[in-house]
């Protein structure tokens, strides 16, 4: 059985797109050897994923961070210290 992703269940890309990347970098800062790309919108898209397989039933998933992100360079006071959300899931078992 192949796995499922519970965050695109059921799939509604339009009107939850899923994303988790970056509420902190909205612009590319440079670094990885990309450093042609600084100043570049940052793709606000997915990274983060809860694969399952089997009967579980996906009650919610969501996108989650703690209080509103300030973005880069202001970021330091963030009560989230992470640069991306993370993917809260809730599952009914069989």
């Given at each position: 059985m192949a796995r499922r992703h519970a965050h695109r269940r059921p799939p509604r890309p339009l009107v939850s797109p899923g994303a988790t990347w970056s509420p902190v970098y909205k612009?590319?800062?440079?670094g990885y050897g990309h450093d042609s790309h600084k100043g570049e919108p940052e793709p606000q898209d997915r990274i983060d994923f809860v694969h399952f397989k089997g009967a579980a039933t996906v009650l919610a998933s969501n996108a989650v961070v703690e209080g509103t992100p300030a973005p880069y360079p202001g970021h330091t006071g963030n009560t989230w210290t992470s640069d991306h959300a993370?993917?809260?899931t809730a599952f009914r078992l069989p």
């Open positions: 612009t590319f800062t440079g993370a993917v809260l």
